[in-house]
């Protein structure tokens, strides 16, 4: 007998029964993709714009309140194209407005009119760039959180091109609710309510400057009629979900069968909240996401805690999506459904059956061939291929990969692979019982010689597999990945495993004056 043959034995016994233990129960192991277990696959267009137009604005704020406090009076702050425009009351505060203008990271300063107190800070097209380039960026990783929390099996969410997200999600039992989850830009907002003015007075032109006018849904418990009611509020934001640190669902005290979403803010959160509510004692504070106000209570108090609820006659799922897309934080861009697909589970159940049907008839005919041709070796070498095969499975499982229908062509591809591997160590042993060697050396030189070439071939396979993979989006890494997964296996049974049985059946102390090659 060889050298440690018994610690082999024990090493492929432990490689086998662990493959059977991650792989049952097998329905409940493997991760079924798109195109076998059925679902939505979507492509998000993200509104990148939207992100360069909000940081702008954001930039003007900060800008006119910094020229405030300087003692700087402004007539005029406004975004135009990719710059801010400002407008001094008074040409004589130049030289300190733009000392405070300078101060702004990534934007040039230009002087438009000195003589009339008129300059611009631009963002450059780089910086452009960049905030398009982050937003979609952090887009996937927001949707991911959300569809993470919505609990979605194995989702595939990654970008295409510059401003698009592919997003797959396996076996979804409600497609509407979960797009509604991945389209809300969720972007919560504090603003005060103004009652210097009443809606209709607003709505009849008599808006303040610096008031915007937004509705609440209201829908009736009885004949479910919906109306909306506008409410005016200042445009400035005192508080944003940015600061959140908290977001749970609790029933409605005040409304039973309805639901709200409690909030609680960070520290930074806390400390603004409390200072805004300690202002505006008797005043009302809007409650706003995504353009629509859901509740304006009055503010008695000061609250220190930094808790508050969000009320709008919810259904447990809506308080319930609210929460993810509140606790995931907001889009920084908005996005758009550019692609929507649904696959049936009826076509799923369709592709397993080829799927499996191309594996069976595939192996099949391997097994058969080997067997015909190379006799009892070709059944050493199909042995090994079952333990391929469970090995490339049982990994899947273990690292929570998914199958998909190009997976399964990767499998297929696999087995062929791992024949060939043994297809070229027998060659060798063919050659050397030709010059007439006997079948010890033979088995040893042939294993020894089609080392170097086996190995050649599988880490040029790995190398593409890894190579479509970090480049490639969904079926095409699925293939890759099954492919990686059993290129490394068969690596292990053609080599390691089938050199074992060899030595199990051929290199006794008995000589063997023939073998069956």
């Not at 990654?158 to 797959?168: A, M, S, Y």
């Not at 749970?248 to 309805?258: A, K, L, M, R």
């Amino acid at each position: 007998m060889r050298r440690y043959l018994w610690a082999r034995v024990g090493l492929v016994a432990v490689v086998a029964a662990a493959s059977l233990w991650y792989l049952y129960p097998p329905a409940k192991t493997i991760n079924l993709g798109l195109d076998l277990r059925g679902g939505v696959h979507l492509v998000l267009g993200v509104e990148a714009e939207k992100a360069v137009e909000s940081q702008l604005d954001r930039a003007a704020a900060d800008l006119k309140g910094t020229l405030e406090q300087k003692g700087i009076a402004v007539t005029r702050v406004a975004r135009q194209d990719h710059q801010i425009t400002v407008q001094l009351a008074s040409p004589q505060t130049w030289g300190e407005a733009v000392t405070a203008a300078r101060d702004f990271r990534g934007y040039d300063f230009r002087a438009l009119d000195q003589a009339a107190g008129r300059f611009a800070l631009a963002l450059s097209d780089r910086e452009v760039r960049r905030i398009a380039d982050l937003a979609v960026r952090q887009g996937v990783e927001t949707i991911r959180n959300r569809i993470d929390q919505f609990g979605v099996a194995e989702p595939t969410i990654t970008r295409q091109g510059e401003d698009r997200i592919l997003v797959q999600l396996p076996g979804i039992q409600d497609p509407e609710r979960a797009k509604a989850l991945i389209g809300k830009t969720a972007l919560l907002e504090f603003k005060l309510v103004d009652d210097r003015v009443t809606p209709e007075e607003a709505l009849a032109g008599k808006l303040p400057e610096g008031d915007e006018i937004l509705y609440q849904r209201r829908v009736d418990r009885e004949t479910k009629a919906e109306t909306k009611v506008p409410y005016v509020v200042q445009k400035k934001t005192l508080l944003t979900g940015a600061e959140l640190n908290r977001a749970e669902v609790t029933s409605d005290p005040n409304s039973p069968g309805n639901w709200q979403v409690a909030i609680e803010f960070n520290t930074v959160g806390t400390r603004i909240f409390g200072e805004v509510t300690e202002q505006n004692v008797g005043r009302r504070l809007a409650i706003i996401l995504d353009g629509s106000l859901y509740s304006a209570p009055r503010i008695n108090e000061r609250i220190p805690g930094g808790r508050a609820v969000i009320t709008g006659q919810f259904t447990v799922d809506e308080a319930r999506d609210l929460a993810i897309v509140l606790r995931a934080g907001a889009l920084p861009a908005p996005v758009r459904i550019l692609e929507e697909r649904t696959v049936g589970p009826s076509l799923g159940a369709d592709s397993i059956r080829q799927g499996v049907l191309s594996v069976v008839a595939s192996a099949a005919a391997v097994v058969l061939f080997m067997i015909v041709y190379y006799r009892v070796s070709g059944l050493i070498a199909d042995i090994a291929l079952v333990l391929n095969v469970l090995i490339l499975l049982a990994a899947m499982a273990a690292f929570h990969a998914t199958l998909t229908l190009p997976g399964i062509a990767g499998i297929v591809l696999t087995i062929g692979m791992a024949v060939d591997a043994n297809i070229l160590i027998f060659e060798r042993i063919r050659e050397e019982l030709r010059l007439g060697k006997t079948v010890r050396s033979s088995v040893d030189t042939g294993f020894a010689r089609a080392l170097r070439t086996v190995i050649d071939t599988h880490v040029t396979v790995l190398v593409t597999a890894t190579i479509l993979y970090q480049f490639g989006t969904g079926a095409v890494r699925g293939f890759a990945v099954s492919l990686a997964i059993g290129v490394a296996a068969s690596l292990f049974t053609a080599v390691f495993f089938t050199r074992l049985l060899f030595d199990l059946l051929y290199m006794g102390r008995h000589r063997l004056e023939r073998i069956s090659i």
